[in-house]
C-alpha cells in the first residue's frame, strides 16, 4: 500500500467537506483504479491534512496525472493558499482494516 499526504488551505468559514466540489472530487477520487481511502483533517484555520491510501505505486502515478485537471476545476478556485505535497511513500505498518 502508498500514501500520499497533503496539505490544503480553504476559507474556514466555509468547511470544504460540505461543498458540492469537495463531494464531487471524492468520488472521481474514490473511482481511480486501485484506491483504498482517504482521511481528511480540519487541523483549524481553514488548514485541512489528507491521507490518501493507493493500493500500488502505479495506482498512485496514474491517479495524481487524471485527477490533477479535476483538482484544478473542482478545489483550486476555493483553496486560499497553494496546496502542499508533503510526501509520499510505501507504508510500512497500518491497522486499518482493509477495503
Do not use: C
Not at 484506491?35 to 491517479?63: F, I, S
Amino acid at each position: 500500500m502508498y500514501a500520499v499526504f497533503r496539505e490544503t488551505t480553504y476559507d474556514p468559514d466555509k468547511p470544504i467537506q460540505e461543498s458540492p466540489e469537495f463531494r464531487e472530487f471524492q468520488k472521481a477520487h474514490a473511482d481511480q483504479a486501485g484506491y483504498k481511502g482517504t482521511v481528511v483533517t480540519n487541523v483549524g484555520e481553514g488548514r485541512y491534512l489528507t491521507l490518501t491510501l493507493w493500493e500500488t505505486a502505479e495506482n498512485m502515478h496514474a491517479a495524481r496525472k487524471t485527477l490533477g485537471p479535476v483538482v484544478e476545476q473542482l478545489l483550486h478556485p476555493l483553496m486560499t493558499a497553494p496546496s502542499t505535497l508533503l510526501g509520499t511513500g510505501k507504508v510500512v505498518e497500518s491497522d486499518l482494516d482493509e477495503q
